[in-house]
């Protein structure tokens, strides 16, 4: 294990904020490290019908990220094409609804994602982790909302890992 574990704020941010942003590319690295690079049918298959699939979390995991980090921080409005493309508004998480993602290799997945995340984070530059944003009886801050982004993540690409390990191990 490397003796120096030292995490610096990404260049261009204010100091929090850089330090949040560059955990969650951190986290990124890691669950995609371990994830490795599943055959399409692995990315596209589902333990049971409706269920979870790798592809579809991670288009979620997009989704979400380009939600949390552009509309509700930025207010900027989502690409109609780009939703179609991780299937948002097929997805029901909390319903138990994942759609069928489409059967692309994993770099098309990590491709979008970087897309999406190079966006956002350029959407942020200059901002604070201290700015407030009040929506409807609540504020948080930007800092709560980059956590809450980074928490969210690494949850599920931890979900992408366990469903290529149960791909890999099915019966």
Known sequence: MPKNL????LDGFESEL???LATMNEATRKWRAELGDPPPEAIVWQPRPNGHSIGAVLLHIVACESFWLETFARGCRRNPNELKQTLDRE???YGGHWPTPPSEPIAWYCDLHDRVRARAFDRLRDDSAERRIARKGFEVSLGWVVAHVAQHEAYHGGQAVLLHDLWRHRT
Not at 6 to 9: D, E, F, N, R
Request: proline fraction near 10%.
């Open 91 to 93: 997805t029901r998480q």
């Open 6 to 9: 030292m995490l610096k704020p």
């Open 18 to 20: 850089g330090l949040l």
